[in-house]
């Protein structure tokens, strides 16, 4: 098996864990279940996305991965502040708050920065390049 398919099933596994730790959050009602729910969440939502993209693209940087991932989902942070028809409806259902979000929030933006420098970082031990 080629290097690259080695990298996929090993993201593979860890996609296996970070998924329902990212529903998790979602679902979580002990305490400080607020700051889990809406916080917390968003750096297994940007460790997610950094894996997905190095899955698709095993030979972009894991860096730039990472800066992608934080620019696109920073920008769909500010898209909770439109309410447009296809946005409400979108929204109405329980994938689509969790991929695109209802509520806009600055703090949000520290913790995508947060996870998408986890996200690098687990990129880089998964590809072996920085």
């Keep these: 098996m080629s290097e690259i398919g080695k990298m996929r099933w090993r993201i593979g596994a860890i996609l296996l864990v970070v998924v329902p730790l990212g529903f998790a959050t979602k679902f979580y009602h002990g305490p400080a279940s607020a700051w889990v729910a809406n916080s917390l969440s968003g750096m297994f939502y940007e460790i997610f996305w950094c894996l997905v993209l190095l899955l698709l693209f095993p030979r972009l940087s894991p860096w730039k991965i990472a800066g992608m991932v934080f620019l696109i989902t920073s920008l769909l942070e500010f898209t909770q502040l439109l309410e447009g028809r296809l946005l409400l ?9 969790i991929l695109i979000g209802t509520t806009f929030r600055w703090g949000d933006l520290f ?5 998408s420098v986890l996200g690098a970082l687990i990129l880089v031990r998964l590809a072996g390049k920085e």
């Design 111 to 115: 913790y995508y920065l947060l996870g």
């Design 89 to 97: 409806w979108i929204r109405s259902y329980f994938l689509g708050r």
